[in-house]
């Protein structure tokens, strides 16, 4: 027994103060916790595996280009590639006809432009759509009119009733007169409206603006609307009796017999001074002034339509002397020339281009035809002029009226006034007096006919062809000439640069050419210079090692000559030279060393050079040239790329930069090697091939072992999804299979996927309807099973149709449908996330053949450029991308381009793009196996929740897009104890991992965050 002891009153006060100290503290923590956590809501979920569910195809990334490792562009001097797709209106055996405001892609293309071209012809028949002819163009004639269709006159006009004349009034609108004081407007070929004057005679001309119009009868009365229905007769003249014109100020020209001509406004019409006795035939409004002409030579100029004198400036003295015999009948005035026509066949135009230039200084140019028949009218086409003879014939000129060349084209009718109405519309009236209008269309002609049949209305029309010999220093402006291209490279003032195409060039089709424009020049320093502008962010990229290395091969013709090669623009200069080998291809090379610490000083405004410049005299050849970063030499992409794709680790790679069937790129771009980039045209103007072989972007999927995505756009060949087919799938023995040993891969590609997808599209926007789209669908699918190597692949291919149908029914024979969609703004809750996706689901098309099937649809390509960079969360960009799946969705692949501007630089160091490429991870791990069901069991809309299982392994990914932490639990049979979480916050960045203890064990996310569980297979 202790004895002596004694309780000490301090211990008690010290043990209570401690209690109190400890329990404030606990209260502090308590109180701070909360605060992080929120006012304590618990957000659960049941997360379960679903009875006969279909395994989702996976996730991935959509590539819309790759960064290649060369910083050079344009170093293989591809040729330049123009490709066009047009819809056949008709035809025979040997030639045919499409419109021919499609033909010239509004003014782009010249006449002839396509001479020569390859040409391609597809029918779609009962059984499918089907190549119909190839061919090559021999003829390519624009701006002729086809056959005209009548327009419906009312049926209460006499039977008898006749039209005579003809004029534009708008955009929208035409005018037409004809017996008994009869007017009608006509909009869209149909018949709006019908006036009349009192007055029995026939209308002799009529004039019209968007404002006003004017018209004069064969009994010279002079009648005028300003709302051009309502007519009321100004004026009355009995030999006034042939033209008139109307401008936007109201004043109205009256000309006719014996030189009479009447100006003025409609309350103050006069006779004008006219200084010639001549009758005069033809009056037209300019902007700054009116014409008149007639017979006998007479054009005459006036500024306010009230004095006039004669134009008398001829382009030369025989021109002055022939004048006197022509009769002038019609004027048409453009934004840069006047043309006349008459008798005899002549023609004149006047350039009025130069504002500077006062009339009486204008220069009459002469076409004297002596031909037999007599032009009546004159039409202004683009830099193209259409004629019509008193026969009713057309005849065409591309050289202001030099040459006319009679149209060949079957009109249907013999028209006696025509007009052009606009957008690629003729509109006339023919010999009896009826209205009608004809589209303006290309005739092409072929080099062999069809063995049977003949073209018809339906029929599609492709057509390619490269340019030779063209100027690379200067852009296109305007209609496509021997000299337009893009501009990558630029000279010195002398040195001349073209484009050769040569197959027989190192590397691919085409070479660079250097020449002087002066021969005298010789021994100079830098006699030849061409130089190209290096992006500074690009070439830091490249200097990871800090070595450049250049490749270039080069000829010369001539003995003597030095090539100099520097890197200018930095803190330091660097060059290399070398003495050129004459008459003969020879690779030259050189690495250079540059530390980084001379890219740091370069002034914002100071760009990097690389420069080449070769002394001596006589021409340079150059090809390949390269310039990239020696740790990349042997790979297509830069490292950063591949660091990319690496981290990202998806199942499913887009190759949308690889497309086959791109109409800006050459055919068959994907089988060439990655430095024999090339250039195409498209409406939306030169587009460069960056990295487009299909043997470095397959070889990048096979690196992160993912499945590939090849895209096969609407303008592919037969051929070349036949050496597509051979190239994936046949040995080496084969053409294609030895290509892509030599670009080194002997096994078949087929081999070393499990599955490839082929998604077939109209990206292009070729195709205008249903059928045709999913004809042309089943035509790529025909095209791979006609392959002798289908029967071993086809288990490994997957056919998607990608088409975008209007009637809502998918008709083709693909396994699955793919769609878009582009997030427009942050989804910061569950019912934001299903607005966004509202119109997906409506645009999904049925699929009639497979009305059971879970997942009909995949999403190709999921973006999110509209987003603002302020509102991008990690959560929203996972949440959209997973949100449908499992549901109508089974694969989503996000798109990486992430805008044009931003995705040029990679923006490797900002939080969107950590957010975007985190979210690509995430997905791209998430999706496999099964989709779990997941069922909120909370009121919880902020917070998204996806899972999958697959052979005894969970994953699960929890959204918190709002602004606060949420705490989450995942209730679930499935085992999840154990399982790893990786928390992001919502700028990507990665906060943590830990273990999840217990199977209901409480998740916490961070605003804008997102949390990724895996949990393998302990097996």
Same mark, same amino acid.
């Given at each position: 027994m202790l004895t002596g002891y004694r309780v000490k009153k301090?211990?008690?006060?010290v043990a209570a103060i401690s209690l109190v100290v400890s329990i404030a503290v606990a209260g502090m923590l308590a109180l701070y916790a909360s605060s992080i956590l929120g006012p304590g809501v618990l957000h659960r979920f049941s997360l379960n595996e679903q009875q006969g569910q279909i395994n989702l195809q996976g996730g991935g990334i959509s590539l819309s280009r790759a960064d290649a490792t060369n910083l050079i562009a344009d170093g293989s001097f591809e040729p330049l590639y123009f490709r066009h797709f047009l819809n056949v209106y008709g035809g025979d055996s040997d030639s045919l006809t499409v419109s021919s405001q499609e033909a010239s892609a509004a003014g782009l293309y010249?006449?002839?432009?396509?001479?020569?071209? @390859?040409?391609?012809?597809?029918?779609?028949?009962?059984?499918?759509?089907?190549?119909?002819?190839?061919?090559?163009?021999t003829?390519?004639?624009?701006? @002729?009119?086809?056959?005209? @269709?009548?327009?419906?006159?009312?049926?209460?006009?006499?039977?008898?009733?006749?039209?005579?004349?003809?004029?534009?009034?708008?955009?929208?609108?035409?005018?037409?007169?004809g017996d008994k004081g009869t007017i009608l407007t006509i909009a869209n070929n149909q018949v709006t409206s019908l006036a009349y004057v009192d007055s029995d005679s026939k209308f002799a001309s009529i004039a019209a603006n968007e404002h006003y119009a004017a018209a004069v009868n064969a009994d010279g009365e002079i009648y005028f609307a300003d709302d051009g229905y309502t007519w009321s007769k100004l004026y009355d003249s009995a030999s006034l009796s042939r033209a008139i014109a109307v401008n936007d100020d109201s004043r109205i020209v009256a000309v006719g017999s014996d030189g009479l001509i009447i100006s003025g406004k409609p309350d103050d019409l006069q006779p004008a001074y006219s200084p010639t006795k001549n009758s005069i035939n033809c009056v037209a409004t300019l902007a700054d002034g009116w014409l008149a002409a007639g017979n006998e030579g007479t054009i005459l100029y006036s500024k306010g339509g009230v004095i006039w004198r004669p134009l008398n400036k001829f382009s030369d003295s025989e021109a002055q002397n022939t004048s006197i015999d022509i009769n002038w009948q019609a004027i048409d005035v453009s934004e840069k020339r006047i043309m006349l026509s008459g008798s005899n066949g002549s023609s004149a135009w006047i350039d009025i281009s130069d504002t500077s230039i006062s009339p009486d200084n204008w220069i009459i140019n002469y076409n004297y035809a002596s031909e037999a028949n007599s032009f009546i009218d004159v039409l202004t086409i683009d830099e193209q002029y259409i004629t019509l003879d008193n026969r009713g014939l057309f005849h065409i000129s591309h050289d202001n009226g030099s040459n006319w060349q009679q149209a060949d084209l079957d009109t249907g009718i013999l028209p006696k006034s025509v007009i052009y109405s606009g957008d690629g519309i003729i509109t006339g009236i023919d010999s009896e007096g009826k209205l009608a209008y004809s589209q303006l269309v290309a005739g092409i002609t072929l080099d062999s006919p069809l063995q049977e049949g003949q073209y018809q209305t339906g029929d599609i029309l492709y057509l390619s062809k490269m340019i030779n010999d063209n100027q690379i220093s200067a852009p296109a402006t305007g209609n496509v000439t021997a000299d337009a291209g893009p501009v990558f490279w630029k000279s010195n003032e002398h040195t001349i640069l073209d484009r050769v195409v040569d197959e027989s060039a190192p590397a691919g089709s085409g070479y660079l050419s250097l020449s002087s424009d002066d021969d005298s020049k010789s021994g100079l320093s830098g006699d030849l210079i061409i130089y190209q502008e290096i992006n500074s962010d690009n070439l830091a990229k490249q200097l990871s090692d800090n070595v450049l290395r250049f490749t270039g091969w080069f000829l010369a013709e001539n003995t003597n000559m030095v090539l100099s090669v520097s890197l200018q623009g930095l803190t330091k200069e660097v060059s290399v030279s070398f003495e050129l080998t004459a008459d003969k291809w020879r690779k030259y090379s050189h690495a250079f060393v540059i530390p980084e610490a001379w890219l740091l000083d370069i002034p914002d405004n100071q760009t990097a050079r690389f420069v080449i410049s070769i002394e001596g005299q006589g021409r340079v050849l150059a090809d390949n040239i390269q310039l990239l970063s020696a740790a990349d030499g042997a790979q297509a992409y830069t490292d950063e790329y591949h660091d990319l794709i690496n981290r990202i680790e998806p199942s499913v790679i887009r190759l949308q930069f690889n497309k086959v069937g791109d109409m800006s790129v050459v055919t068959e771009s994907w089988a060439k090697s990655q430095e024999q980039a090339g250039f195409g045209y498209t409406k939306q103007g030169w587009l460069k091939s960056d990295a487009y072989d299909l043997a470095s972007a397959l070889d990048l999927v096979y690196q992160v072992d993912a499945v590939p995505w090849i895209v096969i756009d609407s303008a592919a060949t037969e051929e070349e999804i036949a050496n597509l087919t051979e190239y994936l799938a046949a040995p080496v023995s084969e053409p294609y299979g030895k290509l892509r040993m030599e670009q080194g891969r002997a096994v078949p590609w087929t081999e070393a996927f499990a599955r490839i997808y082929i998604e077939i599209n109209d990206d292009n926007s070729l195709f205008s309807d249903d059928r045709l789209r999913s004809a042309y669908v089943n035509w790529i699918i025909e095209q791979v099973e006609a392959s002798p190597y289908y029967l071993q692949i086809k288990n490994r291919l997957v056919f998607v149709d990608a088409m975008t149908y209007n009637q809502?029914?998918?008709?083709?024979?693909?396994?699955?449908?793919?769609?878009?969609?582009?997030?427009?703004?942050a989804s910061d809750n569950v019912f934001e996330l299903e607005q966004t996706y509202a119109g997906y689901w409506s645009e999904i098309p049925r699929n009639p053949d497979k009305p059971v099937q879970n997942w009909p649809e995949m999403l190709r390509k999921i973006s999110f450029d509209d987003v603002p960079d302020s509102e991008r969360k990690l959560a929203s960009l996972v949440a959209a991308s997973l949100y449908d799946l499992s549901d109508q969705t089974g694969l989503a692949l996000i798109d990486l381009s992430d805008g044009a501007v931003k995705f040029d630089a990679w923006q490797f160091g900002t939080d969107s793009f950590i957010g975007l490429r985190v979210a690509a991870e995430i997905v791209s791990q998430a999706v496999v196996g099964n989709a779990c069901k997941v069922t909120r069991l909370s009121d919880s809309d902020e917070i998204f929740v996806f899972g999958s299982t697959d052979n005894g392994s969970v994953r699960a990914v929890i959204c918190n897009s709002s602004s606060m932490p949420a705490a989450c639990q995942?209730?679930?049979?499935?085992?999840?104890?154990?399982?790893?979480?990786?928390?992001?916050?919502?700028?990507?960045?990665?906060?943590?991992?830990?273990?999840?203890?217990?199977?209901?064990?409480?998740?916490t996310v961070l605003p804008g965050g997102v949390v990724y569980l895996e949990r393998l297979d302990s097996r």
């Open positions: 301090r211990t008690f006060v010249p006449d002839d432009f396509f001479i020569g071209a @390859q040409v391609r012809v597809m029918s779609l028949t009962r059984e499918g759509l089907k190549l119909k002819k190839t061919a090559k163009a003829g390519f004639t624009l701006n @002729q009119p086809g056959i005209f @269709q009548p327009i419906r006159l009312p049926a209460d006009l006499p039977a008898d009733f006749r039209l005579h004349v003809i004029a534009r009034a708008s955009e929208e609108s035409i005018i037409a007169a809502g029914l998918m008709l083709s024979s693909a396994d699955f449908h793919a769609s878009d969609i582009n997030v427009e703004s995942l209730v679930s049979e499935l085992p999840l104890a154990g399982a790893v979480l990786h928390k992001y916050d919502s700028t990507g960045k990665l906060i943590g991992t830990e273990k999840l203890r217990r199977n209901d064990g409480h998740i």
